[in-house]
């Protein structure tokens, strides 16, 4: 494969872990309305979970992925249950420090995650036997892993189930007074949350046989939270949209900032992250509803009484 089929396959495959993640922020976000702001702590859950299980233990990649789903609803759980008697706003916090809290072990306890180092050697599916291709086959495989939990979570969105998440997300005390559970739909939908971004993780290790602390910044939560707002919040369609827009955006500001003479790489970098940020202000000030909005299904009419 030439040099751009390659970086096309990259573009793509990216795309997929960024889609991924974005239907996580979008079921607990657009649909619970509960901020997680710990999404590359979940991400990096479920790729060391998986990374260690292959590698170490010697386990199928199929069991790394369940593990890495088992592993990241967990982590949701206790997240959310530890965070019960606060506000809705400290969530957020919790979450971020989760995450940091995740790469920081990552990082410290080299015994189990091999420090900054990071583990490498991950194996990847019949990699040996597709050789130059794996890359290719791997990014369609995504195409229609995403496909897959998009039409789960579609229907998941559509179903009562997803009714009442709505309804806690507009107004808590109105449904906790038409009888639902409030407590038990958030930590469900932060558990299948979480699981969905701890695939990612789990997919993204298998991809590029490596994982390390330094991958998971917390700039990957801004970069999905992104992915969401453009595509349209509470949308299922617009996570997955607005995650390959903002792989093509991050791509163009590549090439966009590398334009500029006179700079050094970490000034590069750094334009690239500033247009990141007037990016989301931007999406934020003109469509504030994203490319496709949500649509909210008009309440049932009650029946004429004759």
């Known amino acids: 494969m030439s040099g751009w089929a390659n970086y096309i396959v990259f573009m793509v495959a990216t795309g997929g872990f960024y889609a991924l993640l974005a239907l996580s922020l979008n079921l607990i976000w657009g649909g619970a309305g509960m901020v997680n702001l710990g999404l590359a702590g979940f991400f990096a859950l479920g790729a060391y979970a998986s990374a260690l299980l292959t590698v170490k233990l010697g386990a ?26 606060l506000r809705g706003d400290y969530l957020a916090i919790v979450t971020l420090g989760f995450a940091e809290t995740i790469r920081l072990i990552a990082n410290n306890e080299i015994w189990l995650t091999r420090g900054s180092d990071g583990v490498s050697g991950i194996p990847g599916p019949l990699k040996a036997e597709l050789g130059s291709w794996f890359n290719a086959v791997y990014a369609a ?18 179903s009562p189930y997803g ?9 808590q005390q109105v449904a906790q007074v038409a009888g639902k559970r409030i407590l038990r739909f958030k930590v469900e939908a932060f558990a299948i949350s979480a699981a969905v971004a ?5 997919l993204y290790g298998h991809f590029n046989s490596y ?7 917390p700039l990957i939560t801004v970069y999905i939270f992104l992915a969401v707002a453009a595509g349209g919040v509470g949308r299922v369609s617009g996570a997955v949209l ?13 090439f966009a900032a590398a334009a500029i003479p006179g700079l050094s790489p970490v000034q ?37 009484v004759t």
Do not use: C, K, N
């Open 211 to 217: 994982v390390a602390p330094d991958i998971f910044q």
């Open 198 to 202: 701890g695939l990612a993780g789990a």
């Open 141 to 158: 495989g995504m195409i229609g892993i995403v496909a897959l939990v998009w039409f789960g979570l579609r229907r998941l969105d559509q």
């Open 268 to 304: 590069h970098a750094a334009i690239r992250e500033m247009l990141v940020g007037l990016a989301l202000i931007l999406v934020l000030r003109v469509r504030p509803q994203g490319i496709l909005p949500e649509r909210i299904p008009p309440a049932p009419r009650p029946a004429s």
């Open 163 to 171: 009714r009442a998440l709505r309804a806690v997300r507009e107004d």
């Open 242 to 254: 607005g995650a390959y827009l903002v792989v093509f955006f991050l791509e163009s500001t590549r």
């Open 60 to 85: 199928p990649i199929l069991a790394g992925l369940a593990g890495a789903l088992l592993v990241g609803a967990v982590g949701g759980y206790v997240v959310t249950m530890s965070t019960t008697r």
